[in-house]
């Protein structure tokens, strides 16, 4: 079915938003994904017939998502994958972005000719277009919780996948195009005296490129650098950074992730209000046990449990047992620091912060090591 000029004219409709309302967010609810469910899909995955491509895999949806774009959280999937011992994937690219962390078992990555051995608790990056594949090498299944952003380019409508053939290798790229028009030779005029500027087509359709590289950070090493007991001094959070990713602190372009462990008997922290963000929080927990308050809702949570633990602008604070606790979160944090949309309030009845783009909050780490 095609149309006519004069129905492409008239297709499009007018909303009168004269007078709105102030913008307010409309978060999804919190929601858990216990230990047990996540270890049945698993097994279930394993015992299917093997998928032609080889990607024995199962998409967590919110039951708030809609199509096209369905997720955990509004523009973010967790996938449960899975792969037998001796199994691969046939390799992809596409132009969403991953991070991968491994749940059960080991294998490797294999991304643009790199290889990654991804171990137990291990977590690797997969940048936008970069040839990948996956390739279990061990005598257990390899199971991972693989977080995207697919969904939010499924929204716009501009998710590119391709499947690679199995003799795909990644080869410099050649042009024999004349460099005529260059970002060497394009204009650049400033325009007043405030900053603005004019520029040529060519900065944009030849870009300055950042290299974006698969990275690995082992459990076995970045454990080392948090607490393992009460008072030793080490912190008890820090983020995994990937340097492409600039001011955005990334793990990701889109995700930030920390590893966060608080040993046995560590101080528990003060009961009193939460705060919130902008940004979504889904929290990985590998170890321990305890709760978290999100919108006054309480919700239990144990080892192995994968929790949407803070959706965007909701109240929200995790308190850890008396076993301690061990937790990968991956929150959408760099995405909004690009779109200048991370808005953060630590104290509900302070300010509301523009992280990034004003002087952000401060005084986390004190606090935090002494349990309030």
Do not use: C
């Given at each position: 079915?095609?149309?006519?000029?004069?129905?492409?004219?008239?297709?499009?409709?007018?909303?009168d938003?004269?007078d709105?309302?102030?913008?307010?967010?409309?978060?999804?609810?919190?929601?858990?994904?216990?230990?047990?469910?996540?270890?049945s899909?698993?097994?279930?995955?394993?015992?299917?017939?093997?998928?032609?491509?080889?990607?024995?895999?199962s998409?967590?949806?919110?039951?708030?998502a809609?199509?096209?774009?369905?997720?955990?959280?509004p523009?973010?999937?967790?996938?449960?994958?899975?792969?037998?011992?001796?199994e691969?994937?046939?390799?992809?690219r596409?132009?969403?972005?991953?991070?991968?962390?491994?749940?059960?078992?080991?294998?490797?990555?294999?991304?643009?000719?790199?290889?990654?051995?991804?171990?137990?608790?291990?977590?690797?990056?997969?940048?936008?277009?970069?040839?990948?594949?996956?390739?279990n090498?061990?005598?257990?299944?390899?199971?991972r919780?693989?977080?995207?952003?697919?969904?939010?380019?499924?929204?716009?409508?501009?998710h590119y996948?391709?499947?690679?053939p199995?003799s795909?290798?990644?080869?410099?790229?050649t042009?024999?195009a004349?460099?005529?028009?260059?970002?060497?030779t394009a204009?650049?005029?400033?325009i007043?005296?405030?900053?603005?500027?004019?520029?040529g087509?060519?900065?944009l359709?030849?870009?300055?490129?950042?290299?974006s590289?698969a990275?690995?950070?082992p459990?076995?090493?970045?454990?080392?650098?948090?607490?393992?007991?009460p008072?030793?001094?080490?912190?008890?959070?820090?983020a995994?950074y990937?340097p492409?990713?600039?001011?955005?602190?990334?793990?990701?372009?889109?995700?930030f992730?920390?590893?966060?462990?608080?040993?046995?008997?560590?101080?528990?922290?003060?009961?009193?209000?939460?705060?919130?963000?902008?940004?979504?929080?889904?929290?990985?927990?590998?170890?321990?046990?305890?709760?978290?308050?999100?919108?006054?809702?309480?919700i239990?949570?144990?080892?192995?449990?994968?929790?949407?633990?803070?959706p965007?602008?909701?109240?929200h604070?995790?308190?850890q047992?008396?076993e301690?606790?061990?937790?990968?979160?991956?929150?959408d944090?760099?995405?909004?620091?690009?779109m200048?949309?991370?808005v953060?309030?630590?104290?509900?009845?302070?300010?509301?912060?523009a992280?990034?783009?004003?002087e952000?909050?401060?005084?986390?780490?004190?606090?935090?090591?002494?349990?309030?």
């Amino acid at each position: 079915m095609s149309l006519t000029d004069d129905r492409l004219d008239t297709a499009a409709r007018l909303v009168d938003v004269s007078d709105r309302p102030a913008a307010t967010p409309q978060p999804w609810d919190p929601i858990k994904i216990p230990r047990a469910r996540i270890e049945s899909e698993i097994d279930r995955l394993a015992a299917a017939p093997r998928p032609a491509n080889g990607r024995r895999a199962s998409r967590i949806v919110h039951p708030a998502a809609t199509a096209p774009g369905l997720g955990l959280a509004p523009g973010v999937s967790v996938t449960i994958e899975v792969l037998k011992p001796g199994e691969e994937t046939a390799p992809l690219r596409e132009n969403a972005h991953r991070v991968e962390i491994g749940i059960r078992g080991s294998g490797r990555i294999t991304v643009q000719g790199d290889e990654i051995a991804l171990a137990h608790l291990d977590v690797a990056n997969i940048p936008s277009m970069q040839g990948f594949r996956f390739r279990n090498d061990g005598d257990d299944v390899w199971a991972r919780l693989s977080y995207s952003n697919a969904p939010l380019l499924e929204k716009l409508g501009v998710h590119y996948a391709e499947d690679l053939p199995e003799s795909w290798e990644p080869k410099p790229r050649t042009s024999d195009a004349p460099a005529t028009y260059t970002r060497g030779t394009a204009p650049d005029i400033a325009i007043g005296d405030e900053g603005a500027r004019l520029r040529g087509y060519e900065f944009l359709v030849d870009i300055e490129v950042v290299e974006s590289r698969a990275l690995h950070w082992p459990w076995a090493e970045v454990g080392q650098h948090l607490s393992r007991e009460p008072g030793d001094g080490r912190r008890t959070i820090m983020a995994l950074y990937n340097p492409a990713t600039q001011r955005r602190q990334g793990a990701t372009h889109s995700f930030f992730v920390t590893a966060s462990f608080m040993p046995p008997g560590a101080p528990p922290r003060r009961r009193g209000r939460g705060h919130r963000h902008s940004s979504v929080a889904i929290n990985y927990h590998f170890a321990g046990r305890g709760e978290s308050v999100v919108d006054g809702r309480t919700i239990e949570w144990e080892a192995g449990d994968l929790l949407l633990s803070a959706p965007g602008w909701l109240e929200h604070a995790h308190y850890q047992g008396p076993e301690g606790l061990g937790v990968y979160t991956v929150q959408d944090h760099p995405l909004h620091i690009g779109m200048e949309s991370l808005v953060w309030q630590e104290q509900l009845d302070g300010p509301v912060l523009a992280l990034g783009s004003e002087e952000g909050q401060t005084g986390f780490v004190g606090p935090r090591e002494a349990g309030t």
